[in-house]
Nanobody, 119 residues
Framework: VQLVESGGGLVQPGGSLRLSCTAS????????MSWYRQAPGKERDLVAG????????NYADSVKGRFTISRDNAKNTVYLQMNSLKPEDTAVYYC?????????????WGQGTQVAVSS
């Protein structure tokens, strides 16, 4: 099982980045996908999530209207489009795959990609 994130980097305030997370080794289309982030000295928090079919999304209040999560099940990839970035968006962003079936909760995590927002 692998989740490989890409697309992080350094961007100025107000700029945009698009993160990608490509999955392998499991049935991607059966899993809810989410993006989390963790800033230095803070807990890992949910940023956005999308259902397995891609028909419903949810966002943290802090990113609503600025970030968009989407997925392409044919490519086993989930995306996070981040616009109007702020310094407080600086964090390591992690991709998560989750499935709850028959009482079993399965989670997979990527290695993370660094996003830095600074002038």
């Amino acid at each position: 099982v692998q989740l490989v994130e890409s697309g992080g980097g350094l961007v100025q305030p107000g700029g945009s980045l698009r993160l990608s997370c490509t999955a392998s080794g499991f049935t991607f289309s059966s899993y809810r996908m989410s993006w989390y982030r963790q800033a230095p000295g803070k807990e890992r928090d949910l940023v956005a999530g999308i259902t397995s079919a891609g028909d419903s999304t949810n966002y943290a209040d802090s990113v609503k209207g600025r970030f968009t999560i989407s997925r392409d099940n044919a490519k086993n990839t989930v995306y996070l489009q981040m616009n109007s970035l702020k310094p407080e968006d600086t964090a390591v962003y992690y991709c998560n795959a989750n499935r709850r079936r028959f009482g079993l909760n399965t989670n997979y995590w990527g290695q993370g990609t660094q996003v830095a927002v600074s002038s």
